[in-house]
């Protein structure tokens, strides 16, 4: 079969590899239809994150036809059409039970790799695989977009939201125009926010930020953006900040836009300098947020907004790819020529 | 008028100066009847932060008897009881608003200092000030105290409990033994927490958190200390960590003993070192916390609470001293021959 093999700096590649099989009886072996790039992949392709040449992709979202499971699951059944999330909670420990799936204390190796690929193998898939209703013939590209987001950004997103305890009336920024922070603007709008401000310098995305709720966009950034943010917030800054990149201007940023007993919910990868103990506390700020609880909200509550239409997160999709093309679909994201690449894979 | 004078490590006096007067309309002049030594002030009488030499002392902490009133004060007027907190909150900006008026929004100079005095001058002081129903002389001596730890280490340990989201059957670890920390064990079974976990390595505190609620104690620190909390509570952490030190050892030990996914509430002023963003982060840990919302809570929920002997806070000063005596109650206190120095003034 074909996966995607990180080589270097700027370089992804595809390589014949054998078909994974069942290596433990909690297992599923799973035919990718729809795969992606996340922002997270482009911080080794980009020379940000340092990684082993000529290793397995970092892919971690997919949708996807179960093939084979292991004795031990129920759940599932070869034919089930399935997210594929990049987490794998097992659903009983006491970080899942607290809805924190993205951190299940089960096992380990709670996180994904390798799914840009035909087919792939899910550890624990009992509990954190989510099955979607019917065939994935029997749905739009358009809805096959919006499931795909909830493997990751989609629910990411709304982690953003959910950790900074967004609620009815809240003054929201988002910071990071990426799928993530697309997301994270739905997301504040699922939960009630009044107001928000989408802080992204490009026309594109602050389009799509503008159709999926924002209510505000600020260009600027440092300084200049903070003060605006504030000015915007009548003064007072922000109740929740949704920090979806995880650099340290990005970190700033938030840090400088949330009011006095705010929320930061962070979902970037942290990629800033060590922050002084007293910053936060303060200013009574709480910082919260982490791998999302992606199984959880897409059981509790993404799934059927979806798939009823209440929100379209797939628009984050702008451009399409076919696995031979996979370079492209990374350099071109990194390149901010698409916000996130699709790949259609068969 | 009498007032107490940090003069140097290991030395407070005591200072005849001018009674103040009335600055601002929005003041309050208080004849101060019970204050007391905050853990906070032993930061500097123990050489740990520095502090200009005999300057103001930074007592903030005091219950008192209005004596005169700025011409836009209508709350309290001369003659009332009042708990007078740390704080100022103005009660109207968005940070008072949503219940943070510890980082109050509407003035820079939100902490109160000077408090181990017979009088003293209370700006702001239209919504902070919280008024006791009737005399002082209606109350008793184990009363007045009670009312005493509103004015900072009651509401003090309730913050690191509400930012920490302690809620019904939560495994809650205490991580300071000191009168902040015996509040937080109150605050946790207010709140309704199952298993309070003292860390406590000293007998008279460790049976007043006993009687306070905490259902265990834990004496061992560092490894151990966490090894124990984790068996203690089946393996998987604490839901909540109330954190009463603000030290580098208790923020190690609060980061060992929170679960994946659980909260961490900061209420000891900060004296760690730097931290790696991604630390609380790919654990999912939320760290809160700050400058208490004294009056919001006083006024919510503690007041009643201590009028309707719900609670019994006041149990934390094991030793009263005159205003004379005040060197001997910081002493007494740094030595941990008491667990919080009562001052009764007259």
């Known amino acids: 079969m074909k996966s995607a093999v990180f080589e270097n700096k700027g370089k992804v590649s595809l390589e014949e590899i054998s078909k994974p099989t069942i290596q433990d009886s909690g297992d599923a072996i799973i035919r990718v239809i729809r795969a992606c790039v996340c922002g997270s992949d482009l911080w080794a392709y980009s020379g940000l994150d340092s990684k082993e040449t000529h290793s397995v992709n970092s892919g971690h979202e997919a949708l996807g036809i179960i093939e084979e499971v292991g004795s031990d699951v129920t759940t599932v059944k070869p034919g089930d059409f399935v997210i594929v999330p990049f987490t794998h909670g097992c ?21 994904s790799v390798g799914f840009q690929s035909q087919y792939i193998r899910f550890a624990y898939a009992q509990w954190a695989l989510v099955k979607v209703p019917g065939k994935s013939e029997d749905y739009s590209e358009g809805m096959l977009k919006s499931l795909l987001t909830l493997s990751d950004v989609m629910a990411t997103g709304y982690h953003a939201a959910r950790t900074a305890h967004v609620k009815p009336g809240d003054k929201v920024v988002v910071v990071g125009d990426g799928a993530v922070g697309q997301c994270a603007v739905i997301a504040a709008k699922m939960l009630g926010a009044s107001q928000i401000i989408m802080m992204s310098r490009h026309k594109d995305r602050q389009d799509l930020a503008l159709e999926f709720g924002a209510t505000d966009i ?67 700020i709480t910082l919260a947020g982490g791998p999302a609880s992606v199984t959880t909200y897409d059981k509790e509550i993404l799934l059927k907004a979806v798939l009823d239409g209440q929100i379209n997160p797939g628009k ?8 031979d093309e996979i370079n492209q679909a990374y350099k071109d994201m990194a390149d901010r020529k698409t916000i996130k690449s699709l790949l259609v894979i068969d």
Do not use: W
């Not at 420990?93 to 096992?107: E, N, P, R, S």
């Not at 922000?238 to 840090?255: K, P």
């Not at 949330?258 to 506390?281: E, S, W, Y």
């Open 91 to 111: 659903g009983h420990c006491a970080a899942c039970l607290a809805g924190f799936d993205g951190v299940c204390q089960d096992h380990e190796d709670n996180f």
């Open 316 to 323: 984050v999709f702008t451009h399409s790819y076919s696995l």
């Open 218 to 284: 600020v260009a600027e950034r440092g300084a200049e953006g903070i003060s605006k943010v504030i000015a915007l917030t009548g003064g007072t800054g922000a109740d929740a900040v949704l920090e979806c990149v995880g650099a340290q201007a990005s970190t700033e940023q938030a840090m400088g836009v949330v009011r006095p007993g705010g929320f930061i919910g962070r979902v970037g990868l942290p990629h800033g300098k060590d922050m002084n103990p007293a910053t936060t506390f303060y200013r009574n």
